[in-house]
């Protein structure tokens, strides 16, 4: 008996609007806004980093949930033509 196949977390939009919305954020806290005289530059350096850290992790996370559904699309083909086989 097989349960009825829920979609891949890759495959979800979640994920991929959070990488966005990371890259996005970051890189306007890095490109130098100075609208109060330069008193929010230390502050969007260290956000900028946070923010492409937190891409980067996200971004990972992406990658290996990407490569593990591709793993599993492979199983089932497999373990499907081994049961045409038999």
Do not use: Y
């Amino acid at each position: 008996m097989r349960l009825p196949r829920v979609p891949h977390p890759v495959d979800r939009p979640g994920l991929v609007v959070s990488m966005i919305a990371c890259a996005g954020l970051g890189t306007l806290a890095a490109s130098g806004w100075n609208g109060d005289g330069g008193r929010f530059q230390p502050v969007a350096a260290v956000l900028a980093v946070v923010l492409f850290a937190c891409f980067l992790i996200l971004f990972a996370v992406f990658w290996v949930g990407w490569l593990m559904r591709g793993h599993e699309v492979w199983r089932e083909e497999r373990r499907g033509a081994g049961e045409k086989d038999s």
